[in-house]
């Protein structure tokens, strides 16, 4: 049985995580820690379902106070046990019409999507050391891909495109720090997800994006520690074309 925090699991893709760990077997997932600021009717249903395996956890990713005291609620519901799985899933989007020149929410934007990541995985890295898999999924997105820069050209949010370059290196220097320690830590590009973020224009349910998300955290190994993984979806076609198809991204 395997241990899973999933940040920002109120809605979108978290929510979609959620549901699916919460769907897997008993022998195959046991604790699923469901961490947001605060509880919704979606999240709750999903509690009240589970049988005791999905916990809610209070967090405020951007509080390294907040992740020092979420990280100690799960300490004590997982006893001696370690956490087996990070998803840091929590993120906000930018929106600026007009050029970067227009920017002003840089700041705010980091703070969430890049900041928390840091402080989240600061403070569960003991926990993570006492796991059997010790592995981390970063979600990051191609938007973030200073090599696929000109895809999303069309994009105006340049305050996400550069938290989601900050959160590429960020998964980067974790790696590189815990080489030897048996980790496997990745950054995720969850596809086009029809969330609040990605609108109904979205390819993908979140649901569907957890999966192909899931599928690339659980097959990976340490070797792929470091790399940016594009979510596998190998039966999704779009436009006849198998775009997720669990390959590794360039940064």
């Known amino acids: 049985m395997s241990s899973f925090l999933i940040t920002g699991s109120s809605r979108g893709i978290g929510l979609g995580y959620v549901k699916l760990l919460a769907s897997k077997s008993a022998s195959e997932v046991g604790k699923v820690f469901a961490a947001a600021r605060a509880e919704n009717a979606a999240l709750k249903q999903i509690i009240s379902e589970s049988a005791g395996r999905v916990e809610f956890v209070p967090l405020e990713v951007t509080s390294e106070t907040s992740a020092k005291e979420a990280a ?70 191609s938007l973030g891909s200073m090599a696929l820069s000109a895809m999303g050209k069309f994009q105006p949010t340049p305050a996400y495109k550069v938290s989601k370059a900050a959160v590429n290196m960020l998964t980067v220097q974790w790696a590189e720090s815990l080489e030897n320690d048996g980790f496997t830590i990745l950054a995720l590009c969850p596809g086009w997800v029809k969330t609040d973020m990605g609108t109904e224009a979205g390819y993908l349910t979140p649901e569907e994006s957890a999966t192909g998300g899931l599928d690339v955290i659980s097959r990976s190994t340490p070797a792929d520690s470091g790399k940016f993984f594009v979510i596998n979806l190998p039966d999704k076609e779009i436009g006849g074309q198998k775009i997720y198809d669990g390959s590794v991204r360039p940064y």
């Open 72 to 141: 100690q609620c799960v300490e004590l519901s997982l006893g001696s046990k370690g956490l087996d799985v990070l998803i840091n899933n929590a993120g906000i989007p930018s929106q600026t019409e007009g050029g970067i020149e227009n920017m002003t929410d840089l700041t705010e934007v980091l703070n969430v999507n890049v900041f928390g990541v840091h402080n989240v995985t600061r403070a569960f890295l003991p926990l993570l050391r006492k796991g059997h898999l010790k592995k981390i999924g970063n979600i990051s997105s």
